[in-house]
C-alpha cells in the first residue's frame, strides 16, 4: 500500500508595531524577511502562507516595495498564501465585536488592492484565543485560522490527534482551526535541519497527513543571534536543501492551509478555552505566582512537563497584562470610550482609523516580547488617541464626565474641550493619571511605575553565568531571555505613577534616597480616597478635594485642580503646619513623559531624577528612560502652596 506524502504547511508571521522606528523595521527588511523569501524561491520550496502586518505593510509601501512586489507575483502564481489579521495587529479578543470585524476587513481590502488575491485564512495576533471568536470571524469571511496546539492540550487533546484541521463555532457561526505543531516551533529554525527531517518523517510513518508549522519571520535573521546561524552559519540552506530532498523522495509535500482544509479529513469538533502560547501565559502571571508557577515546573521535571500533564499546568490569559499594568489598562479603556464615541459621532475616518492603529497590541503587554516597557510604543498609542480625540473633540467645549473609566470599581473624573483631555482619580488622593495636549498629541501622564518583575531577582541570582548552547543548535529567544543578570535589583515605586501624588517627607531625607524609592513618607494621600467636588464654567473646571471628615491624613486641608479650556493646569493646596513635624516638607510628586512649565508659588526647591526601569527583551535586559519626576518642597509652615503647568496657546479650531 502506497503512503501518500506528509502535508507541510510552512507560515511566517512578519510583523512591526505601529510607532516602530524606521531603522529597526528597514533592518528586519533587509536582514530577515527579503533573504528567506528570496531563497525559499532559489531553492523551489514553496508553496507558503506569510502574514504580512499591517503597520509593516504600510511602511514597506511607503519606503521599500521590493518585498512586497516579490510577494505579489508569488501571491498571483499561487505560491504564497496571504494571511489575514487585524489589520493593525489588534490582539482581537480585546476589541469590541465591530472593531474587530472592521480590522479584518481592512486587512482584506489591504491585499486584495495590493496584491490582487482573496485571503480566506486568519494569523491570530499573539495566538489569543477566546471562545465567542468563531461568530466574528466567520462574520469578517475567515474560513480557517491558525492556533496553538497547546490550546488543544490544556482541553484535554491528545497530542496525536492535532496533525488535521478541526471545527469550532461560536452563534451558530463556525470556522476551521489548524494546531500549530510547538515541536516544529522549537526545531526550527534552532535545532539542525536533519532533526526536523526525522520529526516529519516520524510523522508520515505514523500514519499523519498533516504538519502545520507558523511562527513569527523574525526568527529568521531578526531576533539576536540569528542572523548568524540561519545565513551566515549555512542554517537556512542546509533546511531547504534537506526540505527539497523530503520532497524529492516522495515523504513530504508543501500544501497551502487551504489545500490542507480541502484534502486533510477534519479532526472533528472543538471547543477552545482562553488561551496564549505557553510563554505569554507565564509573562501575564504577577511576579510571585510566576515564581510559585516556576518552582512547580522544577518539582514537576522536564520530562512529565514534556507529556499530557504538562499543557495542564498553567499561567493568566492575556488580559491579565491588565490588571498587572494599570497603565497599559488606561491605554486599553481610553481605546474603548473613543471607539465607542467615534461610532456614536458617525465614525469620521480619520478617527476612525487613529483608533485601530492605537488597537495595536505590542504596547500593551510585555513579555520577551511585548513593547509596554518601550516609551516610543506606548506613545504611538498615545498619540493616536491624541489624534482621534482631537477630531472627535473638534468643536467641543470645555466638560467633564464622572465615570468608572477604567473599570476598577471607582470613579474617576473625565474633564476634555477642544484642546485637552486629563483624568483625575479621586480614589488616588486626586492624582492626575492621564493629561493629553492634542497639539503635540502627547499624554504627558504616561510614566511606567518601577515594579519588581520575577525575572529582577532570577537575574540577581544568576550573576554572571552566560547562555548554554544547546547542543548543536541555538538558543531560541526564550533560552536567552532565561539568562539575564544583575548585581542588585532594580529601584521599585512605592505607588504607582501620576501626577501630583501628594506626600510629607522627612526633613532629613537625601534626594538619593528619594530618587531610588528608599524612604518612608511621613504621611501619603496617594491611596486617600478624596471627597470631590466640581464646578464648571466654560472657561474651568474647578475640582476641590478633601480628606474625608475623621479620615487619617486631615492635615490637608484642601486639594484643589483648575483645568482651563487650553488645557492649562493649576493645582493648590491648604495644609495644617501643626499636624506634621515642624522639619518635614509638603511635596507633590508629577511624573511626567515631557517636560513642562512648573510655576511654583510660594517659590520651592524642586527635586528632579530621571525614571527609569530595567526590562527583558529579546536583547537581554536594557535601561529605558521612562520619564522625569518634578518635586517641589515646600516647608510645612508656609501652610499652603501653588503649582501652575502650562497648555496649549491659542483659540478653538473651527
Same mark, same amino acid.
Given at each position: 500500500?502506497?503512503?501518500?506524502?506528509?502535508?507541510?504547511?510552512?507560515?511566517?508571521?512578519?510583523?512591526?508595531?505601529?510607532?516602530? *522606528?524606521?531603522?529597526?523595521?528597514?533592518?528586519?527588511?533587509?536582514?530577515?524577511?527579503?533573504?528567506?523569501?528570496?531563497?525559499?524561491?532559489? /531553492?523551489?520550496?514553496?508553496?507558503?502562507?506569510?502574514?504580512?502586518?499591517?503597520?509593516?505593510?504600510?511602511?514597506?509601501?511607503? /519606503?521599500?516595495?521590493?518585498?512586497?512586489?516579490?510577494?505579489?507575483?508569488?501571491?498571483?502564481?499561487?505560491?504564497?498564501?496571504?494571511?489575514?489579521?487585524?489589520?493593525?495587529?489588534?490582539?482581537?479578543a480585546a476589541l469590541p465585536r465591530?472593531?474587530?470585524?472592521?480590522?479584518?476587513?481592512?486587512?482584506?481590502?489591504?491585499?486584495?488592492?495590493?496584491?490582487?488575491?482573496?485571503?480566506?485564512?486568519?494569523?491570530?495576533? !499573539?495566538?489569543?484565543?477566546?471562545?465567542?471568536?468563531?461568530?466574528?470571524?466567520?462574520?469578517?469571511?475567515?474560513?480557517?485560522?491558525?492556533?496553538?496546539?497547546?490550546?488543544?492540550?490544556?482541553?484535554?487533546?491528545?497530542?496525536?490527534?492535532?496533525?488535521?484541521?478541526?471545527?469550532?463555532?461560536?452563534?451558530?457561526?463556525?470556522?476551521?482551526? *489548524?494546531?500549530?505543531?510547538?515541536?516544529?516551533?522549537?526545531?526550527?529554525?534552532?535545532?539542525?535541519?536533519?532533526?526536523?527531517?526525522?520529526?516529519?518523517?516520524?510523522?508520515?510513518?505514523?500514519?499523519?497527513?498533516?504538519?502545520?508549522?507558523?511562527?513569527?519571520?523574525?526568527? *529568521?535573521?531578526?531576533?539576536?543571534?540569528?542572523?548568524?546561524?540561519?545565513?551566515?552559519?549555512?542554517?537556512?540552506?542546509?533546511?531547504?536543501?534537506?526540505?527539497?530532498?523530503?520532497?524529492?523522495?516522495?515523504?513530504?509535500?508543501?500544501?497551502?492551509?487551504?489545500?490542507?482544509?480541502?484534502?486533510?479529513?477534519?479532526?472533528?469538533?472543538?471547543?477552545?478555552?482562553?488561551?496564549?502560547?505557553? !510563554?505569554?501565559?507565564?509573562?501575564?502571571?504577577?511576579?510571585?505566582?510566576?515564581?510559585?508557577?516556576?518552582?512547580?515546573?522544577?518539582?514537576?521535571?522536564?520530562?512529565?512537563?514534556?507529556?499530557?500533564?504538562? &499543557?495542564?499546568?498553567?499561567?493568566?490569559?492575556?488580559?491579565?497584562?491588565?490588571?498587572?499594568?494599570?497603565?497599559?489598562?488606561?491605554?486599553?479603556?481610553?481605546?474603548?470610550? #473613543?471607539?465607542?464615541?467615534?461610532?456614536?459621532?458617525?465614525?469620521?475616518?480619520?478617527?476612525?482609523? &487613529?483608533?485601530?492603529?492605537?488597537?495595536?497590541?505590542?504596547?500593551?503587554?510585555?513579555?520577551?516580547?511585548?513593547?509596554?516597557?518601550?516609551?516610543?510604543?506606548?506613545?504611538?498609542?498615545w498619540r493616536n488617541l491624541a489624534?482621534?480625540?482631537?477630531?472627535?473633540?473638534?468643536?467641543?467645549?470645555?466638560?467633564?464626565?464622572?465615570?468608572?473609566?477604567?473599570?476598577?470599581?471607582?470613579?474617576?473624573?473625565?474633564?476634555?474641550?477642544? &484642546?485637552?483631555?486629563?483624568?483625575?482619580?479621586? /480614589?488616588?488622593?486626586?492624582?492626575?493619571?492621564?493629561?493629553?495636549?492634542?497639539?503635540?498629541?502627547?499624554?504627558?501622564?504616561?510614566?511606567?511605575?518601577?515594579?519588581?518583575?520575577?525575572?529582577?531577582?532570577?537575574?540577581?541570582?544568576?550573576?554572571?553565568?552566560?547562555?548554554?548552547?544547546?547542543?548543536?543548535?541555538?538558543?531560541?529567544?526564550?533560552?536567552?531571555?532565561?539568562?539575564?543578570?544583575?548585581?542588585?535589583?532594580?529601584? #521599585?515605586?512605592?505607588?504607582?505613577?501620576?501626577?501630583?501624588?501628594?506626600?510629607?517627607?522627612?526633613?532629613?531625607?537625601?534626594?538619593?534616597?528619594?530618587?531610588?524609592?528608599?524612604?518612608?513618607?511621613?504621611?501619603?494621600?496617594?491611596?486617600?480616597?478624596?471627597?470631590?467636588?466640581?464646578?464648571?464654567?466654560?472657561?474651568?473646571?474647578?475640582?476641590?478635594?478633601?480628606?474625608?471628615?475623621?479620615?487619617?491624613?486631615?492635615?490637608?486641608?484642601?486639594?484643589?485642580?483648575?483645568?482651563?479650556?487650553?488645557?492649562?493646569?493649576?493645582?493648590?493646596?491648604?495644609?495644617?503646619?501643626?499636624?506634621?513635624?515642624?522639619?518635614?516638607?509638603?511635596?507633590? !510628586?508629577?511624573?511626567?513623559?515631557?517636560?513642562?512649565? #512648573?510655576?511654583?508659588?510660594?517659590?520651592?526647591?524642586?527635586?528632579?531624577?530621571?525614571?527609569?526601569?530595567?526590562?527583558?527583551?529579546?536583547?537581554?535586559?536594557?535601561?529605558?528612560?521612562?520619564?522625569?519626576? *518634578?518635586?517641589?518642597?515646600?516647608?510645612?509652615?508656609?501652610?499652603?502652596?501653588?503649582?501652575?503647568?502650562?497648555?496649549?496657546?491659542?483659540?478653538?479650531p473651527r
Amino acid at each position: 500500500m502506497t503512503v501518500e506524502p506528509l502535508r507541510f504547511a510552512f507560515g511566517l508571521h512578519v510583523h512591526q508595531p505601529v510607532g516602530n *522606528f524606521d531603522h529597526i523595521i528597514e533592518q528586519h527588511v533587509r536582514e530577515a524577511y527579503l533573504p528567506f523569501l528570496q531563497r525559499a524561491v532559489d /531553492h523551489g520550496c514553496l508553496p507558503l502562507a506569510l502574514h504580512i502586518s499591517g503597520p509593516l505593510l504600510e511602511w514597506l509601501e511607503a /519606503h521599500d516595495t521590493a518585498y512586497l512586489d516579490l510577494v505579489g507575483r508569488l501571491a498571483a502564481d499561487g505560491k504564497v498564501e496571504l494571511l489575514l489579521a487585524g489589520f493593525y495587529e489588534p490582539v482581537l479578543a480585546a476589541l469590541p465585536r465591530a472593531d474587530r470585524i472592521e480590522q479584518i476587513a481592512w486587512m482584506r481590502e489591504a491585499i486584495r488592492r495590493r496584491f490582487g488575491v482573496e485571503a480566506a485564512g486568519l494569523w491570530l495576533t !499573539e495566538r489569543v484565543w477566546e471562545p465567542d471568536l468563531p461568530a466574528e470571524l466567520a462574520a469578517a469571511g475567515v474560513r480557517f485560522a491558525l492556533v496553538d496546539d497547546r490550546h488543544f492540550l490544556v482541553s484535554g487533546f491528545d497530542r496525536e490527534r492535532l496533525h488535521a484541521p478541526f471545527w469550532t463555532e461560536s452563534d451558530g457561526r463556525r470556522v476551521a482551526l *489548524f494546531p500549530i505543531d510547538e515541536r516544529l516551533r522549537y526545531l526550527v529554525p534552532f535545532r539542525p535541519p536533519a532533526e526536523t527531517a526525522a520529526y516529519l518523517r516520524e510523522l508520515r510513518g505514523g500514519g499523519h497527513r498533516l504538519a502545520v508549522l507558523a511562527d513569527d519571520g523574525e526568527k *529568521f535573521g531578526g531576533w539576536p543571534g540569528t542572523r548568524q546561524w540561519v545565513y551566515e552559519r549555512g542554517w537556512l540552506d542546509e533546511f531547504l536543501d534537506t526540505m527539497h530532498a523530503l520532497i524529492e523522495s516522495g515523504d513530504v509535500r508543501l500544501t497551502t492551509l487551504a489545500a490542507a482544509l480541502e484534502e486533510v479529513p477534519s479532526g472533528g469538533l472543538a471547543y477552545l478555552p482562553t488561551a496564549s502560547y505557553r !510563554e505569554m501565559e507565564t509573562w501575564a502571571l504577577p511576579p510571585e505566582a510566576a515564581a510559585r508557577l516556576g518552582r512547580l515546573e522544577d518539582e514537576l521535571g522536564e520530562q512529565r512537563l514534556a507529556g499530557p500533564d504538562g &499543557a495542564l499546568v498553567r499561567g493568566a490569559h492575556w488580559r491579565n497584562f491588565l490588571v498587572r499594568y494599570p497603565e497599559a489598562n488606561r491605554m486599553h479603556k481610553k481605546m474603548l470610550a #473613543l471607539s465607542a464615541l467615534c461610532r456614536r459621532r458617525g465614525d469620521p475616518p480619520e478617527a476612525r482609523r &487613529a483608533v485601530g492603529r492605537a488597537q495595536c497590541n505590542d504596547a500593551y503587554w510585555h513579555g520577551v516580547f511585548g513593547g509596554l516597557y518601550l516609551p516610543h510604543l506606548r506613545e504611538a498609542v498615545w498619540r493616536n488617541l491624541a489624534l482621534a480625540e482631537q477630531e472627535l473633540r473638534r468643536d467641543e467645549p470645555l466638560t467633564f464626565d464622572v465615570l468608572d473609566f477604567d473599570g476598577d470599581g471607582a470613579e474617576e473624573i473625565w474633564i476634555h474641550s477642544w &484642546a485637552f483631555s486629563a483624568l483625575v482619580s479621586p /480614589h488616588r488622593g486626586g492624582a492626575i493619571e492621564e493629561f493629553t495636549l492634542f497639539a503635540p498629541g502627547l499624554n504627558y501622564g504616561d510614566v511606567l511605575t518601577r515594579r519588581r518583575e520575577a525575572y529582577h531577582l532570577v537575574a540577581v541570582a544568576a550573576g554572571e553565568e552566560g547562555p548554554t548552547q544547546p547542543g548543536a543548535g541555538a538558543p531560541s529567544i526564550h533560552d536567552l531571555a532565561r539568562l539575564p543578570h544583575l548585581s542588585q535589583a532594580p529601584p #521599585l515605586d512605592g505607588d504607582d505613577r501620576a501626577m501630583f501624588l501628594d506626600r510629607i517627607l522627612p526633613g532629613d531625607l537625601p534626594v538619593d534616597a528619594y530618587a531610588r524609592g528608599d524612604y518612608r513618607p511621613l504621611h501619603s494621600w496617594a491611596r486617600t480616597t478624596f471627597e470631590v467636588s466640581v464646578a464648571a464654567s466654560p472657561e474651568s473646571v474647578e475640582l476641590v478635594c478633601r480628606v474625608p471628615t475623621g479620615a487619617v491624613g486631615a492635615g490637608l486641608r484642601e486639594k484643589r485642580l483648575r483645568f482651563d479650556a487650553q488645557g492649562g493646569i493649576t493645582v493648590a493646596y491648604r495644609w495644617d503646619p501643626a499636624a506634621f513635624a515642624p522639619a518635614a516638607f509638603f511635596a507633590p !510628586e508629577i511624573s511626567l513623559a515631557r517636560a513642562l512649565d #512648573l510655576k511654583c508659588t510660594p517659590g520651592a526647591e524642586v527635586w528632579s531624577y530621571p525614571i527609569t526601569t530595567v526590562a527583558q527583551s529579546e536583547r537581554g535586559l536594557e535601561e529605558t528612560l521612562q520619564g522625569t519626576s *518634578f518635586t517641589p518642597r515646600w516647608p510645612v509652615a508656609v501652610s499652603a502652596g501653588r503649582v501652575e503647568l502650562g497648555g496649549v496657546i491659542g483659540s478653538p479650531p473651527r
